[in-house]
């Protein structure tokens, strides 16, 4: 389940066209498979990636498909917190659920075929510290569970000065998180002032329920009936320019403080993910800080958008009535609707 | 708009189950305005004695009440 996409962004929009960052963008895609997200892309020429991905064959279709543009690094490297080899478990038949974990029996009839490989596995603050990654502003990780030994391992370069983290997680225990992955994740991101601010979770029925369905003579319920506990969370982690000096006692440590590029990649994160009110917010408040580059009754303007979050509902929609004209029972009763529709017509005239 | 303050009495549910006025529970709501951790804090016994599921109200922000809990 992705996270909200806001694809007018007009003040991103503004900010690439005008030149006003006078940094790179730095984004750190951990678990790169098939791309980095479309929003960054906004970015236009100020985007530099650094795409981690175990699955050799990914990285290596990510590299032809990006050889004209030097600001795109692919590596075909695990990102965890070892510097070592490790099994990694390629499922063939759905390469996005591969996994550092061998793949459990599962309650939800996901069928897996695996295929141990070697793999090498990297520190990210290793990596920082040689110089083969810099500091980032983004940091993606969506390694099918490993996500805590990948922020475990970054913890240097989260402190640097990552500004948001987008995080695959659930509310599962293991052996490992007796705690559970997501207060583990929050945990680590919490140390740094990355605080939850949005959240995207499928609903996952068992198995057995569905069967039970079948046994009535029922068809099964899609993921999108909302039946089930949460199961995968996308989470959205960012930092809080305005309750970094408002309640500084509220966190662990003072997290650094933000120069002004760093302000304007934050709201950037915010308008991305359609969370324009605390970009307004966050422009209303340093503008005396922003108006050193840059027009703020403007930036005000273009971020004051009430349909920067409208079109979750339009796909929310949308993919339901896909879903139901997808369906077997739609398509059987189609002819009967039709006739239906006819009689009224017929009906009318006379 | 301006707070009225009132002292009330406080009491842990771990101590009024042990004095009888409550007793084992199989669920447990709870929704303080932010007071939720304390009471959770005070109800230990209470869950051990078999409680199956809990409701309550939270959120994800911070705070200093929380920094030793992380």
């Known amino acids: 389940m992705d996270l909200y996409f806001n694809k007018g962004a007009k003040f991103t929009k503004w900010v690439t066209a005008a030149g006003l960052l006078q940094e790179p963008f730095v984004l750190v895609d951990v678990g790169v498979q098939g791309g980095e997200h479309r929003h960054w892309h906004l970015l236009g020429d100020h985007l530099v990636v650094h795409g981690f991905d175990a699955l050799e064959e990914a990285v290596t279709q990510l590299r032809r498909r990006n050889a004209l543009r030097s600001n795109r690094h692919y590596h075909a490297v695990a990102a965890g917190n070892v510097n070592d080899e490790r099994t990694f478990y390629v499922n063939a038949a759905n390469p996005t659920a591969s996994s550092m974990f061998r793949q459990r029996a599962s309650r939800f009839d996901v069928h897996m075929r695996e295929e141990p490989r070697q793999v090498q596995v990297r520190r990210l603050d290793t990596l920082l510290m040689q110089g083969i990654i810099p500091r980032a502003d983004f940091l993606k990780v969506d390694v099918e569970r490993f996500e805590t030994d990948v922020l475990l391992g970054a913890r240097q370069l989260i402190a640097a000065g990552v500004l948001g983290v987008e995080t695959e997680s659930n509310f599962g225990i293991s052996a490992d998180l007796p705690n559970g992955h997501f207060s583990a994740v929050s945990a680590i991101l919490v140390d740094h002032g990355l605080l939850v601010f949005d959240l995207a979770f499928n609903r996952v029925p068992r198995a057995s329920f569905q069967r039970a369905l079948a046994a009535k003579g029922l068809s099964p319920v899609s993921v999108h009936e909302g039946i089930g506990k949460p199961s995968t969370l996308n989470v959205l982690f960012c930092r809080d320019a305005i309750q970094e000096i408002d309640e500084a006692e509220s966190y662990p440590a003072p997290p650094r403080p933000l120069g002004l590029d760093q302000l304007i990649k934050l709201i950037v994160i915010y308008e991305l993910h359609g969370l324009n009110d605390i970009a307004v917010d966050t422009v209303d408040r340093f503008a005396t800080l922003l108006g050193g580059r840059l027009d703020v009754s403007r930036a005000i303007k273009l971020l004051a958008d009430p349909a920067c979050r409208d079109e979750s509902l339009d796909t929310a929609l949308g993919r339901r009535v896909r879903e139901l004209e997808q369906s077997t029972s739609w398509r059987i009763t189609a002819p009967m609707r039709a006739l239906k529709r006819a009689l009224q017509r017929i009906t009318r005239m006379a | ?70």
């Open chain 2, 1 to 70: 708009m301006t707070p009225l303050a009132r002292a009330v009495p406080v009491r842990r549910l771990d101590s009024l189950l042990a004095t009888g006025m409550v007793p084992k529970c199989d669920f447990l709501k709870v929704d303080v305005e932010g007071f939720e951790k304390p009471v959770f804090d005070g109800r230990r016994k209470l869950l051990e004695g078999g409680v199956l599921g809990v409701e309550t109200e939270t959120n994800f922000g911070v705070s200093s009440l929380y920094l030793t809990a992380l």
